[in-house]
T-cell receptor, first 118, second 106 residues
C-alpha cells in the first residue's frame, strides 16, 4: 500500500533554533498534504493543509510565521518550526491524500516526528 | 459546538466482547475516516467511507449519510485492539472527533 514517510522521527533542539520536518509520499503523488499536532493523550489537531505549488491553509489559532509549510513538489511537504520554544514540544504528524484512491482520496499518515525543545 | 462528536471517550471491554464506537457529525461531508493509533504508535486509516458499510477482518464500519452518523464495530475483541480510535470527516476541511480510548482486557 501507499506509504508516507516522515523525517526525522525524533529531534531535540535548543530554544530559539528552527527545526524542519519532512513528509514524503513514497509511491504516489500527493497534491494535498496535512500537518497535525498531537498533545499527550489527545486527539489530532489539524494545523494546516498544504497544497502543492500554493500557499498552505492554516487553521485558526496556528501561527503562519511560526510554522512554515512548504509543498514544493508532489511528493514532499516540509514543516519548519521557527524560533522553537519549549511549548512547541509535541508530536507532529503529516498525512497525504492519494487523489487516485477513491473520490475523496485515500489518506495515509506518516509515522510522526517527536520534537523536544530544551 | 464540535462539528464531530464521538462516543464513548473511554471504553474498557473484556476480550471477546462486541464493541461499538459512535461518531456523529454536523457538516456535509464527502468522506469519513476511522483512524487507529496504538499507544506510542503511528496512525492508520482503517476505513474511508462515503456510504454504506465496509468490513475488514473483525472490523466493520457503517455510515448513514442522512442521519450524519457512523459507527465502528469490533467483533470478538482482542487485547491487541487496544488503541485510540478517531473519526475524521472531510468537508470543506478536516474535522476530527476527540477519539475513543479502547482497552481490551484479557
Amino acid at each position: 500500500g501507499a506509504v508516507v514517510s516522515q523525517h526525522p522521527s525524533r529531534v531535540i533542539c535548543k530554544s530559539g533554533t528552527s527545526v524542519k520536518i519532512e513528509c514524503r509520499s513514497l509511491d504516489f503523488q500527493a497534491t494535498t498534504m496535512f500537518w497535525y499536532r498531537q498533545f499527550p493523550k489527545k486527539s489530532l489537531m489539524l494545523m494546516a493543509t498544504s497544497n502543492e505549488g500554493s500557499k498552505a491553509t492554516y487553521e485558526q489559532g496556528v501561527e503562519k510565521d511560526k510554522f512554515l509549510i512548504n509543498h514544493a513538489s508532489l511528493t514532499l511537504s516540509t514543516l519548519t518550526v521557527t524560533s522553537a520554544h519549549p511549548e512547541d514540544s509535541s508530536f507532529y504528524i503529516c498525512s497525504a491524500r492519494d487523489p487516485l484512491a477513491g473520490s475523496a482520496g485515500e489518506l495515509f499518515f506518516g509515522e510522526g516526528s517527536r520534537l523536544t525543545v530544551l | 459546538k464540535n462539528e464531530v462528536e464521538q462516543s464513548p471517550q473511554n471504553l474498557t471491554a473484556q476480550e471477546g466482547e462486541f464493541i461499538t464506537i459512535n461518531c456523529s457529525y454536523s457538516v456535509g461531508i464527502s468522506a469519513l475516516h476511522w483512524l487507529q493509533q496504538h499507544p506510542g504508535g503511528g496512525i492508520v486509516s482503517l476505513f474511508m467511507l462515503s456510504s454504506g458499510k465496509k468490513k475488514h477482518g473483525r472490523l466493520i464500519a457503517t455510515i448513514n449519510i442522512q442521519e450524519k452518523h457512523s459507527s465502528l464495530h469490533i467483533t470478538a475483541s482482542h487485547p491487541r485492539d487496544s488503541a485510540v480510535y478517531t473519526c475524521a470527516v472531510i468537508s470543506n476541511q478536516f474535522y476530527f472527533g476527540t477519539g475513543t480510548s479502547l482497552t481490551v482486557i484479557p
